[in-house]
């Protein structure tokens, strides 16, 4: 079987941000970079299908400048077979269209059998390119699965629905399938694993630029503009003030 | 029966620092040109290259020149060259300049650097030569087959804060190396038990130490000049506590500033952070810093006490390279280049070994002899007794010192070797003064710990066992509580420790996840009794440019 | 005056809360707006709208649709575009809107900008980088498609007015439908998920004991609130880890952040800034998190939440 993962180099969430001069994101040269941890998840789980099913190929698809190696590097050294790292040193992609169809360009000839993602990315956090190219490639699609039941003969995942309710699916061959976060504990590279993800390919290729369909104007911290109430009486005063606000302006109940 | 990872190395670096990965490239190097083949590893705690690296750093480019001959230094990954250097003495509101600057502790020719970046560079580089680098494993224990170190053992990983296996926990690895240089820079939790039990130190100075605590400042286009070096003494340290605080410009308008704090003090309510801040209010630096955001923070301890604290380098199967060796101009305030060169040296020695099949004490002693005719030497000897006159308050620090400069380092003018003692048997019981109590934090110019450490973008895996280990913590709320106020919640620069209320009494509290891997703790203790053990690998903090 | 199209998810039988809220917000853009509603609940649900203000319900009954698939959901979203062509596709962005609405995207070609915080006329504020930061984003295509995040708008803020329903054909081919589902169940979450949570309540430092935490359980469940913690209740270990908020844990944006006896050090307070209404009750006037907060309220949180629970508690009953 062959599985491909699509994975994410994002600012690491400890890196503190700052607003890139011209406003449109935030700067990389202080940043640390690490694997889109959702993505981390759907690498386990892809590892955990090869193993089970005893065959087959993890492939690892990433796109970004040079620095994103690294990550592929790192899936490589869990365990995955080989890379594709599709190369744009352009300003941060945000729109998910062009992205999908850039992935699809460099990977519609593989002919996976089973796509996985992260529910969504750390950085954009648009949460659609995984189902974008299933459409892109004619494939069944389901987000935010929960468990995998996946082997030669069957592709079946339980997802996760609000509120505690949970459903299992059968999906038709070839699927692309986002993966919830928590499904499963990552691994942890071994040394001869690290050693060996040297020798192992990744094939660099160039992105495929689309027509850009939407733009991500600018970045900001979001606006606390907001007045401070202070409430400092006697208790029942508060306690009663509390009350209205929580029915007449959160509007709880 | 656990089943452990067996990797089998000829060379196994610990520590991807620079004395580390300049050995491991200079012997690959030695190798080829030799014609021959060995594996070659660097075990790294932090999850890359560079994360874990802090310095000042005004770099020495002897080492670099000789390990990459065909490269001019505009290959280097420097900020700047020295452009201007300044020495001022400090009051609470003025800066007076030194009349002159010492040629010997002249930059002149030496470069502003982010030990981070150049720690980068070096791991490619050595990447590129063919040694391993991995990242994410800590070293925590050697390896024996009698005498002889065979071997580092890895931490494992996956265990909860109870101490059981989670599910996707591994135990450590075994690596099996002919050598195994210790690389692991500032008080290495390896090279703590390594000294103890072969008795390295016999006959040499207790080593003492510093911490440094800086910030990087983000300025305004155009306000920062890239080389600016300044040194300062006086305020906010005063005459009894060693240190001195350093400015230097770097690329792309940042001014790294930070405090040097030796740690000897007396005063048990000493506290480098808050020391740091109090710089920050004098006018001359508040107004370097206006219309400025700070954007990292980092701690590190530093090993001052010279040629006399340097150990016995090797034993049978093992060599030790850099800080963890002590190999630190304390006079100059740098050490990345005996860092390199030791790593340098250490390679020759290995290449031999390598050779002759043999890596027992006798042969790898060699190490030693080639460290004793290097450079290396030249330039410690000259400072060798530099740290220990500060023993005397500063006047009689820079006495000495000045001193020592016509003399080749002889102290006071005539002793060839200062003794020292352990700086935490400094620290003075009782009561002392607050130096803190008009300290103020506004949030933009000066910050709580806690905002700092945000900034320091530390971070560990939140369910395992507390690496920092207290081994009689009633100690804490019994006798330190009396005699010291608990000094550790003030020599921490990272908040790791707290005494909070528990009933009506009080507990020692470890927040373990936001520590900046400085070992101030494990050094400074008056009692002792805290051990700093490398937590699970790939933690601790993340910085680029520090 | 623009044709907007709101689809109307179905939750059980009735019209999802969020559904509501994408209604309001289609409201406050103003236009003429035509609801969609799919499957064996739809007359049911269709039932609810028709004493809403806007202009029209479609209504899809089709035996492939009979509960909700990604396949059939595409389709039909997208034969109604096709047909009614609005200028504007609004939607409440639930796990069942992240499941078919991109698959819409691609096949249409047009982008569909998820999880909005805000519409100001053409730019839509969506939240990065784990909610530290917010973007302005714009869509480049005439039409819109647009999915608001929980409370973006108020489901109370609807006009209620007087509509009617009619039937929409469409054709599907059974073998579009590859996904075949089976009965969804309920089962307890081992963790709390926080991120999706409405409504948190979150303790701090200033609970003092362990024996206190249950006092913030009860105010939670009065609220209909999950419960959350800052650094220092989880390190003490009065709280399990997966309630953390903060840097080092979950970042939230709820509709409402109940903060007792959290001082507000910036690893806490990155990770629930973006809330939309921030309650933060403290000892120390001088706490930090009452510069981030809407109220504050400067007391003990030991005596004020007991009694604020028994008042909840009758105002609830009236």
């Known amino acids: 079987m062959k599985i491909a993962v699509l994975v994410k180099q994002v600012i690491g969430s400890e890196s503190a941000l700052e607003i890139s001069d011209d406003n449109t994101w935030v700067k990389e040269e202080n940043a640390s970079f690490v694997m889109n941890p959702p993505d981390n998840y759907a690498l386990e789980e892809a590892l955990i299908i090869k193993e089970k099913i005893g065959e087959g190929e993890v492939v690892i698809v990433s796109q970004g400048p040079d620095r994103v190696q690294k990550v592929i590097r790192e899936a490589l050294a869990k365990g995955a077979d080989r890379g594709i790292h599709i190369e744009e040193n352009g300003h941060v992609e945000t729109d998910p269209l062009s992205i999908a169809k850039s992935l699809v360009a460099a990977i519609k000839d593989e002919n996976f059998d089973l796509i996985l993602s992260g529910l969504q990315s750390d950085d954009t956090g648009m949460g659609q390119t995984g189902v974008l190219i299933g459409e892109f490639l004619g494939m069944s699609t389901a987000t935010l699965a929960i468990e995998t039941d996946i082997d030669k003969e069957k592709i079946r995942v339980k997802r996760e629905l609000e509120s505690g309710w949970f459903q299992w699916v059968t999906l038709g061959a070839p699927s692309s399938i986002s993966i919830q976060s928590g499904i499963n504990q990552p691994r942890y590279p071994s040394l001869k694993g690290i050693m060996g993800a040297k020798k192992k390919e990744i094939k660099v290729v160039q992105s495929h630029k689309a027509e850009k369909k939407q733009s991500m104007e600018k970045v900001f911290v979001p606006q606390t503009s907001k007045e401070t109430e202070i409430i400092d009486t006697d208790l029942n005063s508060t306690v009663d003030r509390i009350v209205e606000i929580l029915k007449l302006e959160v509007k709880v109940f | 029966m656990i089943e452990r990872e067996i990797l089998e190395l000829d060379v196994l670096f610990v520590g991807a620092g620079p004395a580390s990965l300049a050995g491991a490239i200079h012997l690959q190097r030695l190798l080829r040109k030799s014609g021959q083949d060995a594996s070659v590893g660097v075990l790294e705690k932090a999850g890359e290259v560079g994360a874990h690296s802090l310095s000042g750093a005004i770099v020495d480019p002897r080492a670099l020149k000789e390990l990459f001959p065909d490269k001019s230094v505009q290959d280097f990954p420097f900020e700047a060259e020295v452009s201007e250097e300044h020495l001022y003495y400090l009051t609470e509101s003025r800066k007076i300049p030194f009349p002159f600057v010492p040629p010997s502790m002249s930059h002149h020719g030496c470069y502003v650097a982010s030990l981070g970046k150049l720690t980068r560079w070096l791991g490619e580089a050595c990447e590129k030569d063919g040694v391993d680098i991995f990242c994410g494993f800590a070293g925590t224990e050697l390896i024996y087959d009698g005498d002889q170190i065979i071997g580092v053992r890895t931490g494992d990983r996956g265990i909860d804060k109870k101490g059981t296996k989670k599910q996707h926990f591994e135990p450590g690895a075994d690596i099996h190396a002919k050598v195994v240089v210790l690389g692991e820079g500032t008080r290495g939790s390896l090279t703590k038990n390594f000294l103890h039990k072969h008795s390295l130190m016999k006959e040499r100075n207790p080593q003492v130490w510093a911490v440094g605590v800086k910030e990087l400042w983000q300025m305004p286009a155009g306000t920062v000049q890239p080389g600016f070096v300044a040194h300062t003494m006086g305020f906010p340290l005063g005459h009894d506590v060693f240190g001195g605080a350093f400015l230097y410009g770097m690329k792309n308008d940042i001014w790294d500033l930070g405090l040097v704090v030796g740690l000897d003090y007396k005063n048990p309510g000493v506290d480098s952070h808050h020391e740091l801040q109090r710089l920050k209010t004098h006018p001359w630096i508040r107004s370097l810093l206006e219309g400025g955001k700070m954007v990292a923070y980092g701690a590190k301890s530093l090993p001052e006490g010279g040629w006399y604290s340097i150990p016995k380098l090797s034993v049978s199967g093992a060599m030790l390279i850099g800080d963890s060796a002590g190999f630190m101009n304390g006079q100059r305030l ?174 020692l509290q470890i927040n373990f996840s936001n520590c900046v891997h400085c070992k101030t703790c494990d050094i400074m203790d008056p009692y002792q009794i805290i051990d700093w053990v490398p937590p699970e690998g790939g933690d601790g903090p993340v910085w680029i440019n520090l | 005056m623009i044709n907007i199209l709101v689809v109307v998810e179905d939750n059980r039988g009735s019209m999802h809360r969020m559904s509501k809220e994408a209604i309001a917000g289609a409201q406050k853009i103003g236009g003429s707006i035509t609801a969609l509603v799919i499957g064996d609940n739809a007359d049911t649900i269709s039932n609810e709208l028709s004493s809403i203000a806007i202009e029209k319900t479609l209504v899809v009954k089709h035996e492939l649709v009979s509960s909700y698939n990604p396949d059939g959901y595409t389709e039909i979203v997208t034969q109604v575009i096709e047909s009614t062509s609005p200028d504007m596709l609004v939607i409440g962005h639930t796990y069942q809107t992240r499941d078919f609405m991109p698959r819409v995207s691609a096949r249409i070609d047009i982008p569909f900008i998820p999880d909005i915080i805000e519409v100001e006329q053409d730019i839509y504020t969506k939240q990065v980088l784990n909610s530290k930061l917010n973007s302005s984003v714009s869509s480049l295509s005439d039409m819109k498609i647009l999915s608001f995040q929980s409370a973006c708008f108020s489901a109370e803020d609807i006009l209620t007015g007087r509509s009617s329903s009619q039937n929409f054909d469409v054709d599907l081919d059974p073998s579009i439908v590859r996904s075949i589902s089976e009965e969804p169940f309920q089962e307890s979450a081992a963790e709390v998920d926080l991120e999706s949570a409405e409504l948190i309540v979150s303790v701090g430092r200033g609970i003092e004991k362990e024996d206190n935490i249950p006092i913030a359980f009860t105010l939670a469940e009065v609220l209909g609130a999950e419960v959350s913690a800052s650094r220092p209740v989880i390190d003490s270990g009065w709280l399990p880890s997966f309630r953390q908020i903060g840097s080092s844990g979950s970042a939230v944006s709820p509709k409402l952040y109940f903060s007792l006896g959290i001082s507000g050090a910036i690893q806490h307070v990155v990770g629930m800034k973006g809330s939309k209404n921030i309650i933060a009750v403290n000892k120390d006037p001088d706490a930090p998190i009452f510069e981030i907060a809407d109220y504050a309220v400067v007391g003990d949180l030991l005596e004020i939440v007991p009694k604020l629970i028994e008042a909840l508690k009758t105002e609830k009953d009236l």
């Not at chain 2, 002693?365 to 740290?387: A, C, P």
């Not at chain 2, 905002?451 to 330190?480: F, M, R």
């Open chain 2, 334 to 507: 740098k050490g990345i280049h005996l860092a390199m060169k030791s790593g340098m040296l250490a390679a020759e020695t290995i290449t031999e070994a390598i050779t002759e099949n043999n890596f027992i004490e006798t042969k790898l002693r060699d190490y030693e002899d080639r460290v004793k005719s290097s450079w290396i030497r030249d330039e410690l000897w000259k400072v060798r007794n530099f740290h220990q006159g500060f023993d005397h308050g500063l006047i009689g620090g820079l006495t000495n010192a000045g001193i020592g400069l016509l003399t080749g380092g002889l102290g006071w003018g005539f002793k060839e070797r200062l003794t020292s003692i352990a700086g935490h048997i400094r620290m003075e019981k009782g009561m002392k003064k607050d130096r803190y109590k008009d300290l103020q934090f506004d949030g933009k110019y000066l910050f709580d710990k806690v905002t700092d450490v945000y900034h320091s973008a530390t971070a560990h895996e939140e369910d395992q066992v507390p690496h920092l280990h207290v081994n009689e913590p009633d100690i804490c709320i019994t006798k330190c509580v009396e005699e010291y106020g608990n000094p550790c919640k003030n020599f921490c620069p990272a908040d790791v420790y707290e005494m909070v209320p528990d009933g009506d009494n009080q507990r």
